[in-house]
Antibody
Framework: EVQLLEFGGGLVQPGGSLRLSCAAS????????MSWVRQAPGKGLEWVSF????????YYEDSVKGRFTISRDNSKNTLYLQMNSLRAEDTAVYYC??????????????WGQGTLVTVSS | DIQMTQSPSSLSASVGDRVTITCRAS??????LNWYQQKPGKAPKLLIY???SLQSGVPSRFSGSGSGTDFTLTIGSLQPEDFAIYYC?????????FGGGTKVEIK
């Protein structure tokens, strides 16, 4: 059974940093790309970042470029999102999502339960 | 970026009703269109991928159609567990983008 468990959310001040983790199990982690998708309170879904199975290729939504860094440790079956220079508009539930293939452009076939990030003073 | 527009934004329906939700892309996306269901406090769940392919384990009352810019999600006979928000998403280009969602409520 595929499981994705996110950790690391919480309350942080504007300008602060936070690192999210997503522990994966139930599939060959290195064989699949992974993404982060967020959802602001009461709003819709917004893709944030993508990383290929090997970790060599990454993509970011424009508003987080230069502030967020996606990475993965295939030996630990874990996905990360380092978030720096956080803004109030980054407040959201962050989901890690498994892409259904190795490459960009595939549906998200499994999602974690989400972790809430609140940016506020 | 490709804009995805869903309609309606909400609808009220009764158990047993046939429900149709539409999604329009701002440019052609071939059949790279996916549908998700999200219940309150839960993560989204993939229902339909590549416009019309049913994800494993999803009931056959869900179906999808369309190509190019216009797509539909149909629930053949609405069940109590189908009351949720439904999102379309294009996976044709980067960034992948979602529609604004359609909330299906009980009449």
């Amino acid at each position: 059974e595929v499981q994705l468990l996110e950790f690391g959310g919480g309350l942080v001040q504007p300008g602060g940093s936070l690192r999210l983790s997503c522990a994966a199990s139930g599939f060959t982690f290195s064989s699949y790309a992974m993404s982060w998708v967020r959802q602001a309170p009461g709003k819709g879904l917004e893709w944030v970042s993508f990383i290929s199975g090997s970790g060599r290729n990454t993509y970011y939504e424009d508003s987080v470029k230069g502030r967020f860094t996606i990475s993965r440790d295939n030996s630990k079956n874990t996905l990360y999102l380092q978030m720096n220079s956080l803004r109030a508009e980054d407040t959201a539930v962050y989901y890690c999502a498994k892409d259904s293939s190795l490459t960009m452009g595939s549906p998200f076939d499994y999602w974690g339960q989400g972790t809430l990030v609140t940016v506020s003073s | 970026d490709i804009q995805m527009t869903q309609s309606p934004s909400s609808l009220s329906a009764s158990v047993g009703d046939r429900v149709t939700i539409t999604c329009r892309a701002s440019q052609s996306i071939s059949n790279s269109l996916n549908w998700y269901q999200q219940k309150p406090g839960k993560a989204p769940k993939l229902l339909i991928y590549a416009a019309s392919s049913l994800q494993s384990g999803v009931p056959s009352r869900f179906s999808g159609s369309g190509s190019g810019t216009d797509f539909t999600l149909t629930i053949g006979s609405l069940q109590p567990e189908d009351f949720a928000i439904y999102y379309c998403q294009q996976s044709y280009t980067t960034p992948p983008t979602f529609g604004g969602g359609t909330k299906v409520e009980i009449k």
